[in-house]
């Protein structure tokens, strides 16, 4: 069984950067995919960006635009998420999640079998 614990949220002013991350137990993202989702109330679970097949891939939700970067030391390390210039929109719960084979649609949510509790980002104008 896949564990993924996040860390990091908080709450910041808009414009200010937060780092999430996500350690994984007992899976590595050597054949499948990985990544972060948020999901803001009575809004749906969106992508926000992924790596996959063993790192060599990324993906980005469209609102990113060159905001966030998602990266990983090696399969081993915990997932980080680098957030810049935060705006009061990106303000929601967001999840860990990871897939063991390949993803097909990295940034669809029913692509992912396992997913974190979750840690609240919370961004004030």
């Known amino acids: 069984q896949v564990q993924l614990v996040e860390s990091g949220g908080g709450s910041v002013q808009a414009g200010g950067s937060l780092r999430l991350s996500c350690t994984a137990s007992?899976?590595?993202?050597?054949?499948?995919?990985m990544g972060w989702f948020r999901q803001a109330p009575g809004k749906e679970r969106e992508g926000v960006a992924i790596i996959g097949t063993g790192g060599s891939s990324t993906y980005y939700g469209d609102f990113v635009k060159g905001r966030f970067t998602i990266s990983q030391d090696n399969t081993k390390n915990p997932l980080y998420l680098q957030m810049n210039s935060l705006t009061p929109e990106d303000t929601a719960m967001y999840y860990c999640?990871?897939?063991?084979?390949?993803?097909?649609?990295?940034?669809?949510?029913?692509?992912?079998?396992?997913w974190g509790q979750g840690t609240q980002v919370t961004v004030s104008s």
């Open positions: 999640a990871a897939r063991l084979s390949r993803c097909w649609f990295p940034l669809r949510a029913s692509e992912y079998n396992y």
């Open positions: 007992r899976y590595t993202v050597s054949s499948g995919c």
